[in-house]
């Protein structure tokens, strides 16, 4: 069965360091979606991708936070610098794009930042 | 501004009770409502639901949606301490498949 890859699936680093997230959707989803979820709440969306283009940003912390689906396929979420409070679960998702069509997850990324 | 509530938080029930649990939301663009469950891991997919009064199952699990009163129930009945999870309710928003989560309600399933 087709699944969202992502990794790494952990990550600890240090205030003020880069990291880097890789997300890989299902083939054939045209729509990706990032997510940062916070111990005890629900998924936050911080990015949305309709193939390569961004339809959806407003969430996403700018002065820090950047994504890039370049060919429209797999996709990288990066945060410069990290920030104690970007401690998260950080989730990918894809879907077919229609409109209240399912999501599918990925196993997700765990960051702390120390 | 888009809205998602789930009622309530948390609760810890005995193997063989039934569960309940609620999901209410203001949106200005409904499109569908979805359930997922999540365990220590990535969400995963329950019910969609698109029409109001038309029940979907599978097995112990069954949700509604009244688009009137902008709520929908989850129930699992016979429940098992497999069924302890995060239950997440989320809504559809827009033509590109947004979603707008809930805060989730924790399930414990006592033996």
């Known amino acids: 069965e087709a699944e969202v890859a992502q990794s790494p699936r952990y990550k600890i680093t240090e205030k003020s360091q880069a990291v880097a997230f890789w997300c890989d959707p299902i083939?054939?989803?045209?729509?990706l979606y990032w997510y940062r979820q916070i111990l005890g709440q629900g998924p936050e969306l911080l990015v949305q991708f309709q193939d390569e283009s961004v339809v959806d940003d407003s969430q996403l912390p700018k002065d820090r936070f950047s994504a890039e689906r370049l060919k429209g396929v797999d996709s990288t979420l990066k945060i410069q610098p990290a920030e104690l409070g970007d401690s998260a679960m950080y989730l990918c998702?894809?879907?077919?794009?229609?409109?209240?069509?399912?999501?599918?997850f990925g196993p997700g990324t765990r960051l702390t930042v120390t | 501004e888009d809205k998602v509530v789930q009622s309530p938080l948390s609760l810890v029930v005995h193997e063989g009770d039934t569960v309940t649990l609620n999901c209410s939301y203001e949106v200005t663009n409904f499109r569908s409502l979805l359930w997922y469950k999540q365990e220590k891991k990535a969400p995963t997919f329950l019910f969609m639901l698109?029409?109001?009064?038309i029940e979907k199952k599978s097995g112990r699990l069954s949700s509604i949606l009244d688009k009137k009163e902008l709520f929908s129930i989850l129930n699992i009945t016979a429940t098992q301490t497999g069924d302890s999870a995060v239950y997440l309710c989320a809504v559809g928003t827009d033509s590109w498949g947004k979603l707008q989560f809930g805060a989730g309600t924790q399930v414990v399933v006592t033996p």
């Open positions: 698109t029409s109001s009064g």
């Open positions: 998702a894809s879907s077919l794009g229609l409109a209240g069509s399912e999501q599918y």
């Open positions: 083939s054939g989803h045209a729509t």
